[in-house]
């Protein structure tokens, strides 16, 4: 997944993962997926320095620890229970306060070892840890003075957060905190009247509650705030952010803090998405183990998956932090522990080629991507190309020598910027080919790629899965009846144009059927020529069975072409692809009318 933004469906807001100037020229599609900040803002923020952020681009791969009361239920933190949460968070969960704030004296956590913890993220390859101290609920799970809804009034009795940090740096792991500046149980929290005097009072707490973070815990390495501006559903005025940030740098000399103080911050954090490539700005991709941040006993992702999706991060240049999170026992579940582990003698089998290197000099591709360090460019191939040949163009300097990571060297051929390179079946690694390669001279500028037409065309959406697909549809019109509806997906981005309408039905529609179940990740639709006031009410649906239908998308504009990426909201993250053999697209209206298509193509694998 290698597109640089969040992008969503059409139940949850547009949230922004990246911090750019308003003078950046990269193209913001989709609309709100980025922080703009204006040059003067971002001049009068404060940064750490390139040099407190080496460790953090070279370490590549942390842990992300989601722990607290909700997982009493095994639901996510704060989103899956709190029934109240204040503005401008919407929507309800389903337990009352009454309830899930009884479940404290439940935490006991008899198998909890933050040794053990630590032990894993090693084993794992992580080389750093952020652990949640505070999540919406208000829950603290550090031993605080201004509160008694803490960790240390449970049964378990003891302070959660240091027990972690102190495991942290006994085995000089560097550590990090996650802080929520939401907090839906605190009387006084009311950001959208931030200057009234009840959320002063609460901004007064919060500056207390992270200075006492920054003062017990020894070093910390990361700060992890949790409220994006988001199309300015948050703004720095709400946290006093430059205050506070500044604060947090003088109490913690060296420390970095990610974009999510409503400020530009030292990296972004795309979540549940791996980012684009970006070397000019650290970046963290969010990512979650199983389905869920904290423990659920939904499946965890396969070795092989978590490889490709640490490998998509690492061509980009970026870092990906993965989180997982304990039972309510406080053990972890070995199905999980398993398959980080089978991850992690991948990577620590090829740390050389993880750790400290940069991405490029060719950006990520379809076959996997590339990280160079000094003379040395790695190859990691997630999808061996066809024959088992790669050919790269655009590389200048001479290659000295190619060979698979392990040792075995290999046959290539260089004539001018050309290369290819042979990896012989017998060298493949099931999970990830590295592929070493050793030129004369240090690795040149990034290569530029072709420009792409679409944002489907990026390597993150995987292939075109309907080119073989069959189609129905509701009447075609007596004026523009199509010889042959299945051109209206074999085609491109041109060919037959259609129209659909149903008389007194009201809702014309064309279903395309995969033929199988796939996994769905982007929808294109280019609308027919000279019709852009039969734009409006076009809904996109999915279904497995062809009879239980899921509305994913709905117009908003009357482009001529949308691209609708296909994804899931689950507790304010964006999961990308979703399962379904069948894609429905229909138009709702209250009078009669045609549905006015020119091509369609489906993205996924």
Same mark, same amino acid.
């Given at each position: 997944m290698l597109l640089g933004a969040v992008l969503l469906a059409s139940t949850a807001p547009l949230f922004a993962m990246w911090s750019v100037t308003d003078d950046d020229p990269r193209p913001r599609n989709p609309r709100h997926a980025f922080d703009v900040f204006s040059k003067e803002a971002w001049k009068q923020s404060n940064f750490a320095s390139a040099e407190e952020l080496q460790w953090f681009r070279d370490a590549k791969y942390g842990m992300f620890v989601h722990f607290g009361l909700s997982t009493y239920k095994n639901a996510e933190l704060s989103w899956g229970v709190c029934e109240v949460r204040k503005a401008p968070d919407k929507g309800a969960g389903p337990y009352p306060a009454s309830e899930w704030m009884s479940w404290k004296d439940e935490f006991l956590l008899p198998d909890f070892d933050a040794e053990q913890m630590v032990r894993h993220a090693q084993t794992a390859g992580m080389k750093y840890i952020v652990v949640i101290a505070k999540h919406h609920d208000g829950f603290h799970m550090w031993d605080t003075r201004l509160s008694d809804f803490k960790v240390t009034n449970t049964p378990f009795g003891r302070d959660f957060l240091k027990e972690v940090a102190d495991a942290c740096h006994e085995a000089d792991m560097k550590f990090g905190i996650y802080y929520s500046q939401r907090d839906w149980i605190h009387p006084d929290y009311e950001p959208t009247n931030w200057k009234g005097e009840k959320h002063q009072r609460y901004i007064a707490y919060q500056n207390e509650a992270v200075r006492e973070l920054c003062t017990r815990y020894g070093k910390v390495d990361i700060f992890w705030f949790d409220a994006l501006t988001w199309g300015n559903m948050f703004i720095p005025e709400m946290w006093d952010a430059e205050n506070l940030t500044r604060t947090i740098r003088k109490l913690q000399p060296g420390i970095i803090i990610n974009n999510r103080a409503s400020l530009p911050g030292d990296f972004d954090t795309p979540e549940q998405k791996i980012g684009s490539f970006q070397n000019h700005r650290p970046w963290e991709s969010c990512m979650t183990l199983c389905s869920t941040w904290s423990y659920s006993d939904t499946p965890a992702k396969s070795p092989k998956r978590l490889v490709e999706m640490l490998v998509s991060t690492l061509c980009g240049d970026g870092n990906m932090l993965m989180s997982w999170g304990p039972k309510w026992s406080g053990a972890f579940d070995q199905n999980q522990v398993n398959s980080l582990q089978e991850c992690g003698a991948w990577v620590l089998k090829n740390e050389a080629a993880i750790y400290g290197t940069r991405g490029g000099p060719w950006q990520p591709e379809k076959w996997g991507g590339s990280v160079y360090r000094d003379r040395t460019i790695y190859l990691h191939i997630t999808r061996m190309p066809e024959g088992n040949k790669l050919t790269l163009e655009g590389l200048n300097p001479k290659v000295l020598r190619a060979r698979i990571h392990s040792g075995t060297t290999i046959l290539f051929t260089q004539v001018g910027a050309r290369l290819e390179v042979n990896i012989p079946p017998e060298v493949e690694d099931p999970l990830c080919t590295v592929v070493e390669l050793t030129l004369d001279q240090s690795v040149p500028a990034i290569i530029p790629r072709k420009a792409w037409k679409s944002i489907f065309e990026s390597p993150d959406y995987g292939s075109v899965v309907s080119e073989q697909a069959s189609l129905r549809i509701s009447s075609p019109s007596q004026w523009d009846? =199509? #010889?042959?509806? &299945?051109?209206?997906?074999? /085609? /491109?981005?041109?060919?037959?144009?259609? &129209?659909?309408?149903? /008389? &007194?039905?009201?809702?014309?529609? &064309?279903?395309?059927?995969?033929? @199988?179940?796939?996994?769905?990740? /982007?929808?294109?639709?280019?609308?027919?020529? @000279?019709? =852009?006031?039969?734009? #409006? @009410?076009?809904?996109?649906?999915?279904?497995?069975?062809?009879?239980?239908?899921?509305?994913?998308?709905a117009a908003s504009d009357r482009d001529e072409t949308w691209e609708i990426p296909v994804t899931s909201f689950v507790a304010g993250a964006h999961v990308p692809g979703k399962d379904a053999r069948y894609v429905k697209i229909e138009r709702r209206l209250t009078k009669p009318d045609a549905l006015h298509l020119q091509a369609v193509k489906i993205f996924g694998e």
């Open positions: 009846k =199509p #010889a042959s509806h &299945a051109l209206l997906f074999k /085609g /491109g981005l041109t060919g037959e144009q259609f &129209a659909f309408h149903t /008389g &007194a039905e009201m809702k014309p529609n &064309a279903i395309v059927d995969l033929g @199988g179940k796939r996994s769905i990740r /982007g929808i294109l639709i280019r609308n027919r020529e @000279g019709y =852009p006031e039969r734009r #409006a @009410g076009v809904v996109v649906s999915l279904s497995l069975d062809g009879e239980t239908w899921e509305q994913v998308w």
